[in-house]
T-cell receptor, first 114, second 113 residues
Framework: DTGVSQNPRHKITKRGQNVTFRCDPI?????LYWYRQTLGQGPEFLTY????????KSRLLSDRFSAERPKGSFSTLEIQRTEQGDSAMYLC????????????FGDGTRLSIL | KNQVEQSPQSLIILEGKNCTLQ??????????LRWYKQDTGRGPVSLTI???SENTKSNGRYTATLDADTKQSSLHITASQLSDSASYIC????????????WGAGTKLIIKP
């Protein structure tokens, strides 16, 4: 399977703990995106990478959230000191360079905060 | 404020029937409009992408239309199948951003046998 891969698929943790998610994009895609999605809503943009450079971060994103894409390949999203409101599906997508390209999504990591 | 609104919120139809989902947006200027299908517990999958100058685009039994003057789009599904049960999300790409798309909340479609 050469699609976008996300790990883990599910994460349950206690409030206050740190969590880290991983995304492996389609290999030839240089753009990578992170989204958060809650039940009954569309995905909410979190951040965007072009190769290893983080070019945009949502103003709604707390400082507890950080993302990296160290070698322009896989990416990690870390949430520090998790809160109840962080419970959501975290989606990763990738796309080739160029306007109007479709974003290809992974199946997400579902985070549940106890 | 850039917004994308979809209707209906949910829809139930019988297998084999056609249906049309609506999308109204206030994003201006915009570069493209997309429709995605999202199965429960899965990531969204791209169905169609239309630039602002296109009026219609098809992908199998899915046909999307766009009226940039009225800022409306629709997704028509022909001869529905049980596998069409999913959420359908309308997404608008603003002109000033190649990546920060504006997502609707989706229409949840249920196909009954």
């Amino acid at each position: 399977d050469t699609g976008v891969s996300q790990n883990p698929r599910h994460k349950i943790t206690k409030r206050g703990q740190n969590v880290t998610f991983r995304c492996d994009p389609i290999s030839e895609h240089n753009r990578l995106y992170w989204y958060r999605q809650t039940l009954g809503q569309g995905p909410e943009f979190l951040t965007y990478f072009q190769n290893e450079a983080q070019l945009e971060k949502s103003r709604l994103l707390s400082d507890r959230f950080s993302a990296e894409r160290p070698k322009g390949s896989f990416s990690t999203l870390e949430i520090q000191r998790t809160e109840q409101g962080d419970s959501a599906m975290y989606l990763c997508a990738s796309s080739p360079r160029g306007p109007g390209q479709p974003q290809h999504f992974g199946d997400g990591t579902r985070l549940s905060i106890l | 404020k850039n917004q994308v609104e979809q209707s209906p919120q949910s829809l139930i139809i019988l297998e084999g029937k056609n249906c049309t989902l609506q999308c109204n947006y206030t994003v201006s200027p915009f570069s493209n409009l997309r429709w995605y299908k999202q199965d429960t517990g899965r990531g969204p999958v791209s169905l169609t992408i239309m630039t602002f100058s296109e009026n219609t685009k098809s992908n199998g039994r899915y046909t999307a239309t766009l009226d940039a003057d009225t800022k409306q789009s629709s997704l028509h599904i022909t001869a529905s199948q049980l596998s069409d049960s999913a959420s359908y999300i309308c997404v608008v790409g603003p002109m000033d951003s190649n990546y920060q798309l504006i997502w609707g909340a989706g229409t949840k479609l249920i196909i009954k046998p």
